[in-house]
């Protein structure tokens, strides 16, 4: 219809006019041609790259964008063979084939403890006024005292009662930490955790009015909400990886919303002036590991954010001194509890090295998972080079995940320097490891992880001639 | 970062992340990213102060904000109200597919860019508590995208309409359902999203509050930015191209004056109290007999101050005039957040001032009295439910009396 319409009429043959129109039309939708052919060209690539990024959906920056897509456009060619020859079947297995990341550490929930409210019956705040006109503007006889309560904690007025009298009451404080933990009335138990944190918040500021604390929680009460929540304590025969499609009843398991407001209050209370009346050294230990654990759980990676958070603010409890040993003892404890597949890679990438606390970390837990992936059969790092470079990477069953592994395992270990008499001999075997793997595996090579590896040893060989060590 | 001597990461490098950030449609990799960008931008600041009381723009820095840069950066003035509108449409419907990925993304986003916005202001605020020099502020680029004249009305007041609207989203008053979160979190745990439907919940959920704080953020930088600019210009510095249109403060009171279904939620939410008790104390100045006051730095007078305020409401004639006028449910509303806010900003001065004088208190107790009599002066005028939160204010107000008694 369009077409006929554009067409000239017969007394419009003549009109100059007409025709330079036209021709611009024609020149348009000659345009617009290639338009589509480059809009389907960018289809397929956007295509192939899905294709690609689901290959490796757990890799994250670790090489230079450059180098990535050169790499891109080979194994995108190579993919697309691959695909076409294989189809879908063998694309199944290929997906089975790559484990990512992923536990589940919550297991049904329990119920919760009960909450007695007679308890805020004496509570002094709640008293009546001896203004009986103010009492029947607020109608206090006709609401029952909790749901008051509720009003004034999520409006912000128990934040401004406590701040304005500088002293908590024990049923008022219990009461809110109640809430917090447990209520699933979102609003409030945000409200509550808003509240406890600027309380607990308040006496790190300076000059601030220290604000009396009738009753406090202790670590154990903060390890009972985490069991409530549903989390398997250290029997790792239980975990189930995400990977294995449990999909369906996602919505039953999982922890519930208020382990977003048991970390907040957690980051909260390890900087709090009353830190250490809640917490003994081998306690924050034992809550580090277990916070530092969580990353592995794909539940909670929408707030790996604040984990981190919790994490920064649990290292600096410590002082120097106790540092030193408790490291070790973290170290130790993430190494035996965490499985040696992508899930220690994962733990290891998210202990964001921003100071030299977690990078300390960092490299301590690096350390002793390689420890515990040779099974102590070897004592010094030289050996587990040396045994690394022995391996053949043409060889048919060579497991190129351990070789990944391996690689961010001994790079993280060599943040730290190793000891003096040693590093030549180090740095000159793991150089000698990188040059093997980035030169012997073939970038045709699709095996999995193979083309990881490659990737990984060459950006850190690439890495160690920049430093001029 | 890792290394002992970690180098700035090339421009190249900070384009990539952030791509990877808007591009990607994992939510590990979205958080990943982000979180990588707010370290390096906390990490690398683009401005800081030099020990001089000078403020140092690295220059060859990345920005992700296009103004002031040469060649780099992908937001500028259009672009972030976009986002805004964004943010905010898919809050108003509340519905799970537009609380999706792309939401969260935004959001974050959102929240990425106002700390970009905020680290390059704040050391230029340092500099001009000490130097005021106006200069530096001038050149910081929330004044640039947003305060400059150059900035279109349109564009500005379609920012403000936007960040007031995602305020007031999130209260918990606005919509019939009284509990809008957890109509949220209902709605998100109903669906199941590919492999991580119960981690988006929990990612969505978390970050609605933190986007509520960077907008009230947001909203305080530009408020800060039209205060020195006021002073700046009664000190002649500020040229007659750079003009002087209506603060943002302005512009929110007429919003919601225009709107007033938004004055309660908006309220609810924003709780910045410096800011807050300004906007109120603005917003009755209309209203009051004496209504002769402007600035803030009139506070010695007497109106213009919470105390002014509560005079008007003294005796049952005055209340009788100020309620016709504004009626009984904002009178109450907005003594109640000015309450609020007021008693916040007492706490801060008490911090500051150390204990020593009794003033302080005193006025405390005044106010407090004040309001009492205030509410009592409304309800024999007429009788009208109070809500939650307004008895919240009388309750507070009769308790720090009767402590102090």
Redesign the interface.
């Known amino acids: 219809m369009r077409m006929r319409l554009e067409d000239p009429l017969d007394f419009e043959s003549e009109d100059q006019h007409i025709r330079t129109s036209r021709s611009i039309n024609k020149r348009r939708r000659k345009v617009i041609g290639l338009d589509d052919l480059l809009n389907d060209h960018y289809e397929e690539k956007i295509r192939l790259e899905e294709k690609e990024a689901k290959k490796r959906r757990q890799k994250r920056y670790d090489s230079d964008e450059d180098d990535d897509r050169a790499r891109n456009g080979k194994e995108a060619l190579l993919s697309r063979f691959v695909a076409d020859c294989q189809k879908q079947v063998s694309e199944m297995v290929a997906e089975d084939e790559i484990p990512t990341w992923g536990l589940r550490l919550f297991g049904p929930k329990k119920d919760p403890l009960q909450w007695d409210f007679t308890r805020l019956g004496n509570c002094k705040l709640l008293e009546a006024s001896v203004d009986s006109m103010i009492n029947s503007m607020l109608e206090l006889d006709s609401e029952e005292g909790d749901n008051f309560l509720e009003g004034l904690l999520m409006n912000g007025w128990l934040s401004n009662w406590v701040f304005t009298c500088g002293h908590v009451e024990d049923s008022i404080a219990l009461w809110a930490f109640y809430q917090m933990l447990y209520s699933t009335n979102e609003e409030l138990q945000i409200s509550a955790c808003d509240f406890w944190c600027s309380v607990l918040r308040n006496d790190t500021e300076v000059d601030a009015s220290i604000i009396r604390l009738d009753w406090h929680p202790k670590y154990a009460e903060l390890r009972d909400a985490l069991n409530i929540y549903g989390y398997l304590m250290d029997s790792s025969a239980n975990y189930s990886s995400h990977s294995t499609a449990v999909h369906e009843d996602s919505q039953i398991d999982g922890p519930p919303h208020n382990i977003k407001s048991w970390i907040k209050f957690l980051t909260a209370c390890f900087c709090a002036r009353y830190a250490r009346q809640i917490f003994s050294i081998l306690e924050v230990e034992e809550a580090l590991g277990g916070i530092i654990f969580l990353f592995v759980d794909r539940h909670l990676q929408g707030i790996s954010y604040f984990i981190s958070e919790c994490m920064l603010s649990a290292l600096s409890f410590f002082t120097d001194d106790e540092w030193n040993i408790s490291c070790e003892s973290i170290a130790n404890g993430l190494a035996n509890r965490i499985p040696k597949d992508m899930n220690c890679v994962r733990v290891l990438e998210c202990i964001s090295v921003v100071n030299a606390r977690s990078k300390h970390l960092r490299n301590k837990v690096a350390l002793q998972i390689l420890l515990n992936c040779f099974d102590m059969k070897v004592s010094s790092m030289k050996d587990i080079l040396r045994f690394l470079l022995a391996i053949s990477v043409k060889d048919k069953n060579c497991d190129f995940f351990k070789m990944y592994r391996n690689l961010v395992l001994i790079d993280n270990w060599l943040l730290s320097d190793p000891p003096l008499d040693e590093k030549p001999t180090i740095l000159e075997l793991w150089n000698r490891f990188l040059r093997n793997c980035s030169s012997q595996i073939t970038s045709t090579d699709w095996r999995s992880y193979a083309s990881k590896v490659r990737n990984k040893s060459s950006y850190l060989l690439q890495n160690q001639r920049k430093d001029p060590q | 970062?890792?290394?002992d001597t970690p180098t700035m990461p090339t421009w190249?490098?900070c384009e990539?992340?952030f791509e990877?950030f808007r591009e990607c449609?994992?939510?590990?990799?979205t958080?990943?990213?982000?979180?990588?960008l707010v370290?390096l931008n906390k990490?690398y600041p683009r401005v800081y102060v030099a020990s001089s009381c000078k403020v140092v723009v690295v220059e060859e820095a990345w920005s992700p904000f296009v103004c002031g840069v040469e060649g780099g950066g992908l937001i500028d003035s259009s672009s972030f109200l976009l986002l805004a509108q964004d943010v905010a449409q898919a809050l108003i419907k509340m519905e799970s597919q537009s609380l999706g990925m792309r939401c969260?993304r935004d959001m974050l986003l959102f929240q990425y860019l106002v700390k970009v916005l905020e680290g390059d202001l704040l050391p230029r605020y340092a500099v001009y508590k000490e130097t005021s020099d106006w200069f530096m502020v001038k050149e910081s680029l929330i004044n640039a995208l947003w305060v400059s004249p150059r900035v279109p009305r349109l564009t500005y007041k379609n920012l403000v309409k936007s960040c007031l609207s995602i305020i007031s989203s999130l209260s918990?008053h606005h919509s019939e359902s009284s509990?809008q979160?957890?109509q949220i979190?209902d709605n998100l745990?109903?669906k199941?999203v590919h492999?991580?439907?119960?981690?988006?919940?929990?990612?969505?959920?978390?970050q609605l509050?933190d986007t509520s704080f960077a907008v009230q953020k947001f909203l305080s930088m530009i408020m800060e930015v039209d205060v020195m600019k006021k002073e700046a210009d009664s000190q002649g510095y500020v040229s007659r191209g750079e003009g002087s249109g209506s603060s943002l403060l302005e512009t929110i009171l007429d919003v919601l004056t225009y709107d007033k279904d938004l004055l309660s939620p908006f309220l609810?939410v924003f709780?910045i109290p410096r800011w807050k008790l300004d906007i109120v104390l603005q917003y009755f100045s209309k209203y009051c007999k004496r209504s002769s006051v402007r600035t803030r730095r009139s506070n010695e007078v007497d109106d213009g101050t919470f105390e002014g305020v509560l005079k008007c409401f003294s005796n049952a004639t005055d209340t009788k005039a100020m309620v016709r006028k504004m009626s009984t449910e904002v009178a109450q509303l907005l003594l109640s957040h000015a309450f609020?806010a007021y008693?916040?900003l007492?706490?801060d001065n008490?911090?500051?001032a150390?204990?020593d004088d009794n003033g302080g208190e005193k006025s405390?107790l005044h106010i407090c009295k004040s309001m009492?009599s205030a509410?009592?002066n409304i309800?024999t005028n007429e009788h009208v439910d109070?809500t939650?939160?307004e008895?919240?204010?009388?309750?507070?107000a009769?308790?720090?009396l009767?402590?102090n008694e």
Do not use: P, W
């Open positions: 970062m890792a290394s190249k490098m990539a992340i990877i449609s994992t939510l590990e990799l958080m990943a990213s982000y979180q990588l370290e990490r969260l918990h509990y979160h957890q979190a745990s109903s199941t492999d991580c439907g119960a981690a988006l919940s929990i990612a969505v959920m978390t509050e609810q709780s609020q008693l916040f007492h706490r008490k911090n500051t150390k204990s405390l009492i509410f009592k309800r109070m939650q939160f008895k919240g204010a009388l309750f507070l009769s308790k720090i009767s402590r």
